[in-house]
């Protein structure tokens, strides 16, 4: 006698064989994905966004306020060290460090000459408040701001600038 397949059993037969993709199916697709982004993501140019830039004006202005702050708390004359060539910034008093992107031009106008010295490549703050004053320019294209240093109170300010 033989044995006729159940109407539920050759269902579940027929579900098994179209149910589902077979793993080396889904490896192909996630190669092809791979190759993909790995051909595609270098071609996307890495730029600082505007955010990131407005971020580094705010760094960059907390650490010349600190150093102006730490001036007048310790009564002692901290220097602040400009290198609009190398890309940096760092503080007199704790040694911290900006670094900024290639993307992004550095430009300081600072005093050629403060107090009883040359200067030209820092800003100093004096224990009365005072300042040799600069101005720290940072920008990229359609974006720029400005840190602005007051010789007179040594305060320090930032201003957005609109680019061409």
Do not use: H
């Not at 400009?82 to 704790?94: F, H, L, M, P, Y």
Request: glycine residues 8%; proline residues 4%.
């Amino acid at each position: 006698m033989e044995r006729q397949p159940t109407l539920s059993a050759a269902r579940a037969e027929g579900i098994r064989d179209t149910r589902g993709f077979a793993l080396i199916e889904i490896l192909c697709v996630l190669a092809i994905i791979g190759m993909l982004a790995a051909i595609i993501l270098p071609a996307i140019p890495r730029t600082t966004t505007r955010a990131k830039l407005e971020s580094y004006a705010v760094e960059t202005a907390a650490l010349l306020k600190a150093d102006r702050n730490a001036a007048l708390r310790r009564q002692v004359r901290v220097t602040t060290q400009v290198d609009a060539e190398g890309r940096s910034i760092r503080s007199g008093v704790t040694g911290q460090t900006i670094r900024l992107p290639r993307d992004v031009v550095v430009q300081a106008m600072l005093a050629s000459r403060c107090a009883d010295r040359a200067a030209g490549r820092s800003i100093d703050f004096f224990p009365s408040g005072m300042s040799c004053g600069g101005t720290i320019a940072l920008a990229r294209p359609g974006m720029g701001y400005e840190v602005r240093v007051n010789w007179l109170t040594g305060g320090v300010e930032i201003v957005p600038q609109k680019l061409l």
